[in-house]
């Protein structure tokens, strides 16, 4: 039989090959020629309407179209007739489920193609437009139509109790969607998650996730994050939890300072408790149950409005919630005040002034020792110097340096040598004194000299002794004739009574009878109350 199919075959087996190559091709474009042209896969959600193009391509044969008809596969095997349009019978809609949503967009055989309104997840299938033809029988064409749903997305924590057993604490679920949906949890509490998945009666898929852990009560209010992502949504959903971990209360004691004084009135404690749910009664006893009288409690403080030995105790505070109690204790000491804190500013006032007194008396005592020694460099006799003619000085000794001693006696002449007022200026110059101070009849070679004046005329009034190394300028602070005539002006004014001697001052008359005066006046003249001036270094008896 091989032999005899070779012989009606004729030609070589490459030959043969290649003619049946071109019967196949030629073959599918016939069909393609003839096929039924069709969108291959739509996408579409509920409640919105899709249309569904159909058109028949004949390639210019002669192919009659007899009826179009299309039918809903919505699983493989079952098949339903939902539209036919027949040229001369019209229209018809079998399916009772899409006659009142599916319309013919053209009333015309060679494109029948339909729309469907307010569509339902479960019209998703395929859909095949599909002709019946003469003489080559039927032609189709198929298109799926996938229905998509948006999920809908929730998250909640879930409230547990804290304990040693891992239990879900929170959950997320994205219901009713399609495709399917993917949940992810973003938290640092160190958890994990289990994922469960539901398909509905409608096509439509459900996921639920739930987060698990062994809750204590530092997780209480700690975040998760539930993530979902789905091919319907434009970006991921995300939801953040806290989580609600109960547990019964823990208690501290605040406020105690150990400074609790007798006659204190600020003293208070406070009961610090945490716990989920939120406490619902706080009590506070002490060791021997009441309170104390001076004791006052609001809510979890509670106030002393006096310290006394009554309070010298040990506090509790016991807080309840429907998990369970819990309590504290604090045992409080009374001391006796040291003080009384209202008398802290008078005492510290009376120290300050303590202070400022104590300065001002230092002060007082250095300007007086001050002006002590200033007045014995300028020749003030001290306080257990006495003053006498002669040689001068306590008990008879000699002055000092720097000493200026004026000494005025009784029964001497005035001014003018004459009259009742014997407190004219008597001058006497002793010619020098050594380094000692003691007077001597050697010039002293330190200061100008002053002649004696004639025997005849020599007063008898006490000698002012000058002594000691004295600044020139000093001596000389006036020139001569103004200092004699101020000198004239200020005696006459003032010298009408009393034993007063004018300023100390030295008249040096050049040898050979001139004319010439040095006069060396101590500007220390001092007003008085009364009118007078004085000088602050004569001495006056």
């Not at 012989?7 to 096929?35: E, H």
């Not at 599916?102 to 469907?116: A, G, T, W």
């Not at 105690?256 to 009664?281: H, I, M």
């Not at 060791?287 to 010298?312: C, F, I, Q, W, Y």
Request: aromatic fraction near 8%; charged fraction near 20%; glycine fraction near 10%.
């Amino acid at each position: 039989m091989a032999k005899g199919y070779a012989a009606r075959w004729p030609g070589s087996p490459g030959k043969n090959a290649w003619m049946v190559a071109a019967v196949i091709i030629l073959t599918a474009q016939g069909v393609v020629a003839q096929k039924v042209r069709v969108e291959e896969e739509l996408e579409a959600y509920p409640t919105e309407s899709v249309d569904l193009r159909c058109e028949f391509v004949d390639g210019g044969s002669l192919t009659k179209l007899t009826q179009v008809s299309w039918i809903w596969e919505p699983v493989d095997g079952q098949r339903d007739n939902i539209a036919v349009f027949h040229p001369t019978y019209g229209q018809s809609f079998p399916n009772m489920a899409f006659k009142d949503r599916v319309i013919f967009l053209h009333k015309e055989l060679r494109i029948p193609s339909i729309r469907i309104n307010n569509l339902r997840m479960s019209d998703a299938g395929r859909y095949t437009c599909e002709y019946a033809t003469y003489p080559s029988g039927n032609e189709q064409g198929t298109t799926t139509l996938i229905m998509l749903a948006k999920p809908k997305n929730s998250a909640r924590a879930v409230t547990v109790q804290a304990g040693s057993r891992s239990v879900a604490v929170a959950r997320c679920e994205a219901a009713d969607g399609k495709p399917a949906a993917t949940i992810q949890w973003l938290s640092s509490v160190g958890g994990n998650h289990s994922t469960t998945i539901s398909n509905g009666s409608d096509g439509t898929v459900t996921v639920r996730s739930e987060y698990r852990l062994v809750p204590t009560a530092a997780d209480n209010g700690r975040e998760v994050i539930c993530r979902v992502e789905q091919r319907t949504q434009d970006r991921p959903w995300t939801e953040v939890l806290r989580l609600s971990v109960e547990y019964p209360p823990t208690v501290t004691i605040e406020g105690y300072d150990n400074n609790w004084y007798v006659g204190r009135s600020d003293a208070v404690l406070f009961c610090q408790a945490k716990a989920n749910p939120e406490p619902t009664t706080i009590t506070w006893t002490t060791a021997s149950g009441s309170l104390p009288d001076t004791v006052v409690v609001e809510h979890n403080k509670l106030m002393v409005r006096k310290v006394d030995d009554a309070v010298n105790t040990t506090f509790t505070c016991e807080v309840k919630n429907k998990h369970g109690a819990s309590r504290q204790t604090l045992t409080t000491f009374v001391i006796e005040a040291l003080e009384d804190p209202s008398s802290v500013g008078t005492v510290a006032g009376a120290v300050i002034g303590s202070l400022l007194a104590l300065l001002l008396v230092v002060t007082l005592v250095v300007v007086l020792l001050t002006r002590s020694r200033r007045q014995q460099r300028r020749g003030f006799p001290s306080a257990g110097d006495s003053i006498a003619p002669g040689n001068g000085g306590s008990n008879g000794s000699d002055y000092g340096n720097k000493a200026r001693l004026l000494f005025a006696g009784s029964g001497n002449a005035g001014k003018n040598g004459t009259g009742a007022n014997n407190n004219g200026p008597v001058y006497t110059y002793r010619e020098g004194c050594d380094a000692t101070g003691m007077l001597t009849d050697k010039p002293n070679s330190y200061h100008h000299h002053l002649h004696h004046a004639p025997a005849g005329n020599r007063p008898t009034a006490h000698d002012i002794l000058l002594c000691g190394e004295l600044d020139e300028a000093e001596r000389r602070k006036f020139n001569l004739d103004d200092s004699i005539e101020e000198e004239d002006e200020r005696y006459n004014r003032f010298g009408g009574g009393g034993n007063i001697l004018p300023p100390a001052y030295h008249a040096h008359r050049g040898h050979g009878g001139e004319g010439e005066m040095d006069v060396y006046l101590d500007d220390d003249m001092e007003s008085q109350r009364d009118g007078s001036v004085i000088s602050r270094t004569a001495i006056y008896v």
